[in-house]
């Protein structure tokens, strides 16, 4: 799973920088291509996410019982197969997975059904940078010159009240 860093306990250390990529993810589950697996280069050092927001049916599905597994690993790295939807046209064509979060490699398989069901989300990179790359440090150094600059333009003297006048 991804690790997140608590960068406050890291008081006297150099803090890594963490930079995010977000990509948008999608595949279609069919009768000829009832499996997909979503899997990451084992040489690459960041961590990746993979996050699922929606399952559904295309519009020329048969209106049949489709139903859609997760094949990962679990804690003690022992595979696993879990259900995750169960899609039909005329009831239930598609469903929310609100940000479902998995770790690669997993895969996405037809159990039932012919689809075409189609699977979209997000594919999350955490990348680690060490503070002292230099393209880093520049870009806090502008933002921060910039940041100054706002504030000099920022003194404005405070808004009064106006006086109320009264009536003679």
Same mark, same amino acid.
């Given at each position: ?134 393209? *880093? $440090? +520049?870009?806090? @150094? =502008? *933002? $921060? +010159?910039?940041? @100054? =600059? ?19």
């Amino acid at each position: 799973m991804a690790s997140f860093l608590d960068l406050e306990s890291m008081a006297d250390e150099m803090k890594p920088s963490i930079c995010t990529s977000s990509f948008l993810f999608g595949c279609e589950l069919n009768s000829s291509a009832r499996s997909y697996t979503f899997k990451v280069s084992d040489e690459d050092d960041s961590d990746h996410i993979l996050a699922l927001n929606m399952v559904c049916l295309s519009e020329d599905a048969k209106d049949e019982c489709n139903i859609v597994e997760i094949v990962g690993y679990d804690y003690q790295n022992q595979e696993i197969s879990v259900p995750v939807a169960n899609l039909k046209l005329s009831c239930q064509p598609w469903l929310n997975l609100d940000d479902f979060q998995l770790q690669p490699p997993v895969t996405f398989r037809l159990r039932s059904g012919s689809g075409p069901v189609h699977l979209a989300g997000q594919h999350r990179i955490f990348h680690r940078r060490d503070l002292s790359d230099n393209e *880093f $440090s +520049e870009e806090e @150094e =502008s *933002f $921060s +010159e910039t940041d @100054e =600059s706002l504030d000099a333009e920022e003194d404005f003297s405070p808004i009064k009240p106006a006086k109320k006048q009264r009536k003679s």
